[in-house]
């Protein structure tokens, strides 16, 4: 078989060669087998090199984790201003200080030396709805609720296992018994978890014409916590992109200019 002999088909194979290698770079990480459940990968608009976030869906998503999620799971690592920020969910600066102004946060001493409550600034972190673990656990059957802030990427699968465990629960199989104060879960790995049924069709009314299925609620709720985890993905994938084409290019000047240097030869 005769090979690639063209100078425009080596350079043409040569530059896809390269791209794929980029593309490659971008594919998602290999998942750890062993008897963990198997968790379906959901199409995400952030998945991918051009990903982004859906501003609405990572708007309707903090609703949720604010009207369900937050009664037992904190986020420390969140402040109220991120939700304005570039590449979030890009709540206005005005909506930003009322969602902030929502939640009481403690503060203090003040000048009797006592601690008080205020309404939340959007310099201020989410609060966590306990005063500690201990209390927590007494509120959840002895259970700890995690802290949410970097959930998303503490868990193999992220933002998939996140949407796989909120729509995971069912009655048992046969033959299964679960534990006092435990549910149901086939995503969770054991099976068992304390946590209750969080979601519901129409736990959380939404009002940008979206359907509130709990299908809808526990998608938009993954994507905000795969945002609160990587809140500078966008900006990752831009720049990741932007690497790619320079290198895209460079093979092939370089390959240009080594013909050039290289061409006057005789064979
Ligand atoms: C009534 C309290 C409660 C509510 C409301 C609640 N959770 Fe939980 N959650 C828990 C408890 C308790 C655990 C620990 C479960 C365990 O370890 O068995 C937990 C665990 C989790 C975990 C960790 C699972 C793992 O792999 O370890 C995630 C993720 C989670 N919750 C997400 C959510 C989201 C998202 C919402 C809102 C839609 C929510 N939770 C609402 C109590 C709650």
């Known amino acids: 078989m005769k090979a690639i002999t063209s100078p425009g088909m080596r350079l043409a194979s040569i ?3 390269g791209l794929l290698c980029a593309l490659g770079a971008f594919a998602a990480p290999a998942r750890a087998a ?3 459940p198997t968790i379906t990968a959901q199409s995400w608009s952030f998945n991918g090199p051009f990903g982004t976030f859906d ?16 009664g037992c799971h904190g986020m420390k690592f969140l402040h109220f201003r991120n939700l304005g920020e570039e590449g979030g969910p890009e709540f206005s600066e005005a909506a930003v200080k009322a969602l902030a102004a929502e939640v009481e946060v403690s503060d203090g001493p003040n000048d009797e030396g006592e601690m008080f409550d205020r309404a939340g600034r959007p310099a201020d972190a989410f609060p966590s709805p306990f005063a500690n673990a201990q209390a927590a ?3 959840n059957n002895g259970a700890l609720p995690p802290d949410l802030s970097v959930m998303a990427k503490a868990r ?13 629960y069912s009655d048992p199989p046969e033959g299964v018994t679960v534990a006092e104060g435990m549910n149901y879960n086939k995503a969770f790995p054991g099976h068992q978890i304390a946590m209750a049924v969080p979601l519901f069709d129409d736990g959380v009314e939404y009002t940008d014409g979206t359907a509130a299925t709990l299908d809808n609620h526990a998608k938009d709720v993954s994507a905000f916590l795969m945002w609160a985890a990587e809140p500078k993905l966008e900006e990752r994938l831009r ?3 932007r690497f790619m ?5 460079l093979t092939g000047f370089l390959y240009l200019a080594k013909r050039r240097v290289w061409g006057s030869l005789k064979h």
């Open 239 to 241: 720049i990741g992109l």
């Open 137 to 139: 656990r007494a509120a």
């Open 55 to 70: 501003r609405g869906q990572l708007q309707r998503g903090y609703k949720v984790y604010k009207e369900v999620c937050a």
């Open 34 to 36: 062993g008897d963990l």
């Open 245 to 249: 084409i320079y290198l895209v290019l």
């Open 156 to 168: 193999t699968g992220g933002a998939d296992y996140l949407y796989a465990l909120l729509t995971g």
């Open 15 to 17: 530059l896809s060669v």
